[in-house]
């Protein structure tokens, strides 16, 4: 495995958008399509822990009517949301894979024994697993992926991590239409451009 970001995720890639397609497809799959309020993938702080999720309508609705002032939070934020593929029962989960190669370079990056100069550090390497994951987004989108759930938001979303609101929107800028990222942005408190 080449450690190069650039080198590892272009090979990495090939393999991400369809896995994560399967992954949200597994997830939102079990619900009506007109029932799935959200799609989306989060990572978490080290980007090796990559997990689908999907939100119901009715999930969503219950979360307003409780907290009506955190509206947009329910709607935007996948820790909120109902389902993942890690908690579906009876589901293969395609993103396995994904995220064993994924923690393997991660474990590369940090190891102190590469010696300087022979392995990206971990900002690189969570740098560029976030921006192959939202530009194999961005191509499931333009080949018209998303549009069996046609009420869904989607989101790409890395969990607790150092990363700026503005890096986070600029991910999620082409997953959706325009009021919807202009909702998202004010989920992230940023200003709508």
Not at 93 to 121: I, Q
Not at 167 to 182: C, F, P, V
Request: proline share 5%; charged share 25%; hydrophobic share 45%.
């Amino acid at each position: 495995m080449d450690l190069k970001p650039c080198a590892w995720t272009r090979d990495w890639s090939d393999r991400l958008g369809s896995a994560l397609e399967r992954a949200i497809a597994a997830v939102a799959g079990q619900l009506p399509a007109d029932e799935v309020a959200g799609v989306g993938i989060a990572t978490d702080a080290d980007a090796a822990s990559i997990v689908a999720f999907a939100q119901s309508q009715r999930h969503l609705d219950k979360m307003i009517a409780e907290e009506p002032e955190f509206a947009i939070d329910a709607r935007w934020h996948l820790g909120e949301w109902d389902l993942d593929i890690l908690g579906a029962e009876g589901i293969d989960d395609p993103l396995e894979p994904v995220r064993a190669e994924a923690e393997r370079a991660r474990r590369r990056c940090s190891d102190p024994s590469a010696g300087p100069g022979t392995a990206p550090d971990l900002r690189e390497f969570r740098r560029a697993v976030w921006d192959s994951i939202a530009q194999a987004l961005t191509a499931s989108v333009a080949a018209g992926f998303f549009e069996q759930w046609p009420n869904a938001v989607r989101v790409f979303l890395p969990l607790d991590a150092d990363v700026s609101e503005v890096d986070i929107a600029q991910w999620n800028a082409a997953l959706n239409d325009q009021a919807g990222t202009a909702e998202f942005r004010e989920f992230l408190q940023i200003e709508t451009v």
